[in-house]
């Protein structure tokens, strides 16, 4: 494992101890880093030679023409970087000039790119409406109706109207590589991840409580409150789980292809249901459910990492690369093949932003030493 690995798997205690300017030995109190590692990391924290060092060579680099793509890749920049991970990116870029000389700066062959068609993903939807009809939405499109309206990036439902007696119902399909903002006609909020389909009533009825169904994917929903809609309650639906709103804010995430439904708890209090048990949350709380053993488990959890992706970015933490490419392949609308099998294992905790370009990552995940090489393949993506 190399030494921008290991750093990038520094605890956020470790990052932020750097924020707080603390003494550099106490960033080194972990196992991750050999005696020669903790060594090394020091010298070029503290020595005033390594600080020269490094300051001679950026220079000297800087002739020659790959300098620039190593830069970017070490210390790219990331808009609305979690601020343990950027203390841990900035203890990269200090490190990167001077471990490139350790390493004699040894160039990574350029990988093997056949035919790039992954593109990033964008606002995109499929609307169906009551009739069956559907409507194509997204960048470039507008859509008007007797109840919604559409700029191709949201789209917003009118206020109920109090003498409605029947529910109709819409249905917004997200495909791979898209992603969609909706305001339902109380004035509930919900943002919508790649490759999901929520149902939901066109309007509700006054004094009702308030049913949408995430029948597959990823959804963030900031909820109307009660005492705007007549004391009516909001539930959520998704298999057989249920989930009553006490609060506001949450994230669901429930994916055909996986196994586990998440409810992560932002803010206020969220009651979660699966047949005859049930669970009040707490703002950082998620409640994981096993579709397989049927298992029901809450957990403390760092609730950035699990609703970045509504503010365009990736932030990953204890997650392995086969579930990170998993979270990329339907941002990119692409396919992964691990050709190193060995490889799936391997954590890597960093932030990535959403409007990078796919090889972009894969250049900076190489770069780490998390991968040797790679091939891109039409919109098939070969790790190796």
Request: hydrophobic share 35%; aromatic share 10%; glycine share 4%.
């Amino acid at each position: 494992m190399s030494i921008f690995n290991k750093i990038f798997k520094l605890s956020k205690k470790t990052a932020k101890s750097l924020l707080n300017n603390k003494p550099p030995k106490k960033l080194l109190k972990t196992e991750l880093f050999s005696e020669e590692d903790k060594a090394y990391i020091l010298n070029e924290l503290t020595n005033k030679e390594a600080i020269e060092r490094r300051e001679s060579l950026a220079k000297k680099i800087n002739t020659e023409a790959d300098w620039q793509l190593v830069k970017n890749e070490i210390t790219r920049p990331v808009i609305k970087l979690n601020r343990y991970y950027a203390a841990a990116a900035v203890l990269v870029a200090c490190l990167a000039v001077g471990y490139l000389i350790k390493q004699n700066y040894t160039a990574v062959d350029a990988p093997q790119i056949i035919v790039n068609n992954i593109e990033v993903g964008s606002d995109k939807a499929t609307l169906t409406l009551e009739d069956g009809s559907q409507v194509e939405l997204g960048e470039g499109t507008s859509f008007e109706s007797e109840n919604a309206n559409s700029d191709g990036e949201n789209l917003i439902y009118k206020k109920p109207n109090p003498q409605n007696s029947q529910i109709a119902y819409n249905y917004l399909t997200i495909p791979r590589g898209g992603q969609f903002y909706v305001e339902l006609s109380d004035g509930t909020k919900v943002w919508l991840n790649s490759e999901s389909q929520l149902k939901y009533p066109v309007s509700f009825i006054e004094g009702d409580t308030r049913k949408v169904e995430l029948i597959y994917g990823e959804a963030y929903f900031d909820v109307s409150p009660s005492t705007e809609n007549k004391g009516s309650k909001f539930k959520v639906y998704n298999n057989d789980q249920e989930i009553k709103v006490l609060g506001t804010e949450f994230n669901v995430k429930a994916y055909k292809e996986e196994f586990n439904i998440y409810t992560t708890l932002v803010e206020g209090k969220v009651e979660v249901s699966i047949n005859d048990k049930k669970e009040v949350l707490k703002p950082s709380q998620q409640a994981n459910l096993d579709l397989q053993t049927n298992m029901f488990k809450v957990y403390e959890i760092d609730v950035y990492n699990e609703i970045s992706w509504r503010e365009g970015i990736f932030s990953f933490e204890n997650k392995n690369l086969k579930e990170i490419m998993t979270v990329l392949s339907r941002w990119y609308d692409t396919d992964v093949i691990f050709e190193n099998k060995s490889i799936e294992k391997e954590e890597f905790i960093g932030v990535l932003g959403k409007d990078q370009d796919i090889v972009e990552i894969l250049k900076t995940i190489q770069n780490f030493g998390i991968i040797s090489d790679y091939q891109i393949n039409d919109k098939t993506i070969i790790l190796k």
